[in-house]
């Protein structure tokens, strides 16, 4: 693993031994930071990777425990999740303290400071270098205990079912083109256990449970986010025998399913998106049973066959509408002796 670039430009400045750092990218920094930092992830893989240096972890979706003389947050480029993170870093600073937000140039750093102008004293760029800056703000106005269900927004489906979501979370306004193709061609025989894998706010898995006859959907996400807003949803909505958690890719899985339905996290030119999809693609198989069956939606474009069928005998294409294609897969390829 590497240093996102926003992370070398931070390793040049000054740092505090007493921080919270939330929402860190998957990168090296865990090397390099001073142990005594706490961290709030918003990605379970992130998060696992500074347990496994030794970091205290804080809960986002928590009431903060613990006061910070300094907060450094990473940019993200959902305005509505980066203005969470603000609020919860607010509410745990010290007074006097300093929050500092970091991220890429092209991620829209460089017109934060003046958009921070209303909610602090003082809000000015810092620092640059690295194709990244650091915007640094003290002195909130408005300081409220941060509370994660004053968050929630509805997600407008034609599908019958009440589902809100977190800022950020996948799709979160309204139901998404693929998922609608995937859902309006579910097949019939869809039953027995089933995973919803990558289930951002829970449609799926709600959806499947609520129109096939299943003994169990589990829905898994890595975004802490989303699985917080699946939670809720399974839960307002009644849906029977389900459960959500967190999990990045089949890590926590132990499980054969009879059906693994998703519509997968896609590349965007990160590779290690493209990483995740692979793999899902690639292990999927081991966490069906012997008759068990895949189902994907995927951008029309996306040659995902060829992997698909390294794992399964029958790999078909069941529906193609708006641009996306409808997968099914089955008849698991047994390892040559
Ligand atoms: C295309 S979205 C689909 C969300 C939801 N199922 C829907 O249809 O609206 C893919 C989801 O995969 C999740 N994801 C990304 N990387 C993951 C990983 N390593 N493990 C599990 N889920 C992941 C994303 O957070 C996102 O919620």
Redesign the pocket.
Known sequence: MSLALPSQLLLQQDLIEQTLLINPPQDDLPHHAPKTWTVACLSF?VSHNYQQQGFALADICSPPNKTFAHVIIYMSKAKARLGLMLDYARDCLQEDGEIWVVGENKGGIKSLAKQLKGDFDKADKMTSGKHSAIVCASGPQDKKPFDINSYYSDQQNELDIPLQALPG???QEKL?KG?AVLLKNLPRKVKGRVL??????G??GSYISQHREVEEVEL????IL?VKSAQKNIEDNKVAYSEAFL???FEKIEDRYHWIV?????HQGVKTDYN?TENFLKQAKEHLKLSGKLLIVANEFLNYEVILRESFNGVKQIAKENGFKVLQCEGIKRKPK
């Open positions: 893989a979370v996948f799709s998404d998922t919803d894998f990558g289930c951002g706010a449609i799926i898994i996400d890595d975004d989303a999990s990045n890719g998703s519509n997968p996290p896609f995740v």
